[in-house]
């Protein structure tokens, strides 16, 4: 399978340009140079820097400069330290994977889609020369798989004129369900050879997210252990995942969880990967930080040897707080192992 090379191992900005309260404040601290020195300390090869529309658009859809400042400041922090960088547009005028940010209509109205177009022209306009080491990804998390068509027309659009400005730059394209990896299946054939599938992978859901309160169904005081039983996983499914739920039902009730899970899990998406000549790209995977250090870095040990197994890239969630953080205090006594797995 194709590997993205130069951007096999890498962790999540999550928080600084997207999903916060876009403050200048926030912009200028949350994130600092020595953090990008900190990560290429770990040995990693690139980061996934998510940004908001709201960063440069203002609500008319004007552009800022003090916006696009802040993306170049992260390029060239980048550059400085050895890093590669993932350009995430993880939120568009219209569109958000979270309900909370209130935007709607993005998939139903072609003005809102044109401005997403606009948008990227003006991002492959600033940075498509940097493609020896940065790629776009053009959309955070599709939600409902009804946008799926929808989607794989909006996308292949935005590539074209992307590629009037930037013929070269590798561009990522997730599907539906959250970037679920059953829906990479469904994406348009490549557009060209410079183009990569990204998934995102939380699962088993239950276990990554325990207690999570935007969780639809989970009980906020649910934990559970790594090395627990299919069995037990499938109740604490019903119990606490109103969707989601992954069928466990074909394996051994009372087996612990093992990398054979993971193994069936990518299956199909690396088999899709060969037959389209694309490379694999995991955008998001982690551990909340309400499961224990030691079942975190048990979760950890199981998905990256997959991920090495089939050649897939990879960007944990996240860096820094977002509930999965991997620079928190709690995580101390398993980062130095912990960082060797990303």
Not at 244 to 256: C, E, H, N, P
Request: charged letters at 30%; proline letters at 2%; one cysteine or more.
């Amino acid at each position: 399978m194709k590997k993205l090379t130069g951007f096999m191992h890498g962790i999540n900005l999550g928080g600084w340009l997207s999903q916060c309260d876009h403050t200048k404040e926030r912009y200028d601290t949350f994130i600092v140079e020595d953090d990008i020195k900190v990560i290429a300390g770990w040995g990693l090869d690139h980061v996934r820097l998510p940004i908001d529309y709201d960063l440069v658009e203002t609500d008319e859809g004007n552009y800022m400069e003090e916006g696009f400042a802040y993306i170049d400041k992260a390029i060239s922090w980048c550059e400085k330290y050895g890093l590669n960088m993932i350009l995430d547009l993880h939120k568009t005028y219209g569109f958000s994977f979270d309900k909370g940010e209130e935007e709607s209509g993005f998939f139903e109205n072609e003005k809102y889609q044109e401005r997403f177009y606009r948008l990227w022209e003006e991002l492959a306009s600033r940075y498509g020369r940097l493609s020896d080491r940065l790629c776009f990804e053009l959309l955070n998390e599709v939600t409902d798989k009804d946008y799926c068509d929808t989607w794989n027309h909006i996308s292949a659009e935005c590539i074209r004129r992307i590629r009037a400005v930037a013929p070269d730059i590798k561009i990522l394209i997730g599907s539906y369900w959250n970037n679920a990896i059953d829906g990479l299946k469904d994406l348009a054939a490549p557009y060209d050879d410079k183009i990569v599938y990204n998934f995102h992978c939380y699962e088993p859901l239950v276990f990554t997210h325990q207690g999570g309160p935007w969780v639809e169904g989970m009980d906020t005081s649910f934990r559970m252990p790594m090395d627990s039983t299919y069995g037990e996983y499938e109740k604490y499914n019903k119990a606490n995942l109103t969707q989601y739920s992954a069928d466990l039902s074909s394996y051994d009730k009372d087996a612990v969880m093992g990398i054979e899970y993971f193994e069936n899990l990518v299956e199909e998406a690396v088999k899709v990967a060969e037959e389209r000549d694309v490379a694999l790209y995991c955008g998001e995977y982690g551990v909340i930080d309400l499961a224990t250090p030691e079942d975190t870095l048990k979760w950890y040990k199981l998905i990256t040897s997959c991920f090495e197994k089939h050649g897939i890239a990879r960007s944990a969630w996240t860096y820094k707080e977002m509930d999965f953080g991997v620079s928190s205090e709690k995580l101390s006594g398993i980062r130095e192992e912990l960082v060797k797995l990303l």
